[in-house]
Structures are given as C-alpha cells and as structure tokens.
C-alpha cells in the first residue's frame, strides 16, 4: 500500500538555527512528490514539484531534494514567519489525479 | 476571485441534519478537488472533476456523500443524515489544465462540526 511517512512530528527551531524535515515514501511508481505549506486555519499552500532522484528546487530559505526512498526539505536559517505544517505528498503510477498525504511536520521557530 | 473561495468557513449542525458546502474554484481552473481533513490525520481524497464530469468519485467514504459541480465553475458537495464522525475541514482545490500536475491552489476550507 502507498504510504507517505513524516518526521518529525513537531520540530521547534530558534530563529537561525538550520534543519531538515524528512518525507519518507512506498509508491508504486512515483509521479511525483510535492511540499506544501499549511498555516493555521488555511488551506495548503503548493512549494515544491520533485519528480526523479537527484532533483532539487529552492525557493528562498527552503530546498528540497529528492532520493528513491525519502524527500528532505531543507530550512535554512530560518524565521518566525516559517512557522507552519509542512505536508508531503506523492502521486502514484496508477492515479494521477489523487495525492497520498502525510500527516505533516509542525514547525515553530521562535525569534 | 483571485483564489479558491469556500462557504461556510464555519457550520455545526445536529447528528441526522443534512448540509452543503461550496467552492467556487479560480477562473478557467478545469480541474477541482475536494480533500478531508480530520484532526490528526492526513488529507483524504474525496473526489476529482475535470469540467462536469468526475472521473474519480473514490475517496467519498459511503453513500451520504455527494458531489457536483456546474461546468467549470462552482461546485456543491453534499452530506446527507451527518454524523458525528464527519467532523472534520472539508477543503475544496483547483488547477489548471488536467490537473496532473500536483499543484493545487487550495480554499481555506470549511470546518464541519457534528453535535
């Protein structure tokens, strides 16, 4: 069964301090993973389309890389205003319409 | 609008009430989406139009659910006879084209409370 694991689960940072979150998969012959951003009351907000091992995307303080097995998203010195869920997800082979959601990683980076 | 707008932002109702939920998706969006999220768990696929029609009906979890949409515009689903267990945000998504390819501009949901 496709699964999408994340973690951690919650993940509190100082103001500056670099980390990485970690996006774990079984698929079924990946289509696609992909970042998003949700903040408190709102719906996801799209970041980020992998497709194949080795490939990068940056966008300000994040990057995300991708391998056969697992996704990293990269915060580099990071701000208050980064604090948010970060969802991962995958697409499979067999339905390119739906996305397999983890349950996310809650980050708060205090000032 | 600019973005995907979702009514009721809010609605609780009564175990066996029946409620609807819109989305009214960005202009010219043809694909659109509406996703559940309960408390602690992931987003749950429901259900996929492209245009009118829904190829991918899946995800609705039993027959109290239902959907439609009008051409590529707004889009109603339906929760007959609600239990306690449809509490959750009931997000509603839409892209361009096919919609294969992951980016989704998403509401920001409505959240249904079942007493």
């Known amino acids: 069964e496709d699964q999408v694991t994340q973690s951690p689960e919650a993940l509190r940072l100082q103001e500056g301090e670099s980390s990485s979150l970690n996006c774990s998969y079984t698929?079924?012959?990946?289509?696609?993973l992909f970042w998003y951003r949700q903040d408190p009351g709102k719906g996801p907000e799209f970041l980020f389309t992998?497709?194949?091992?080795?490939e990068e995307k940056e966008k300000e303080r994040l990057k995300a890389t991708l391998t056969k097995k697992e996704s990293f998203l990269h915060i580099t010195a990071p701000k208050p205003e980064d604090s948010a869920t970060y969802l991962c997800?995958?697409?499979?082979?067999?339905?390119?319409?739906?996305?397999?959601w983890g349950l996310g990683t809650s980050l708060a980076v205090n000032p | 609008g600019a973005g995907v707008s979702q009514s009721p932002s809010n609605k609780v109702t009564e175990k066996g009430k029946d409620v609807e939920l819109r989305c009214d998706p960005i202009?010219?969006?043809?694909?659109l989406y509406w996703y559940r999220q309960r408390l602690g768990q992931g987003l749950e696929f429901l259900i996929y139009?492209?245009?009118?029609?829904?190829?991918?009906k899946s995800g609705l979890p039993s027959d109290r659910f239902s959907a439609e949409r009008t051409g590529e515009s707004v889009s109603t689903l339906t929760i007959q006879r609600t239990q306690q267990e449809d509490s959750a945000v009931y997000l509603c998504?839409?892209?361009?084209?096919?919609?294969?390819?992951?980016?989704?501009?998403f509401g920001e949901g409505s959240r249904l409370t079942v007493l």
């Open positions: 998504a839409s892209s361009p084209g096919q919609g294969t390819t992951g980016e989704l501009f």
């Open positions: 997800a995958v697409r499979n082979a067999g339905n390119n319409r739906k996305l397999i």
């Open positions: 992998l497709y194949s091992a080795g």
């Open positions: 698929v079924s012959g990946l289509r696609g």
């Open positions: 202009s010219g969006h043809t694909a």
């Open positions: 139009f492209q245009g009118n029609s829904a190829p991918d």
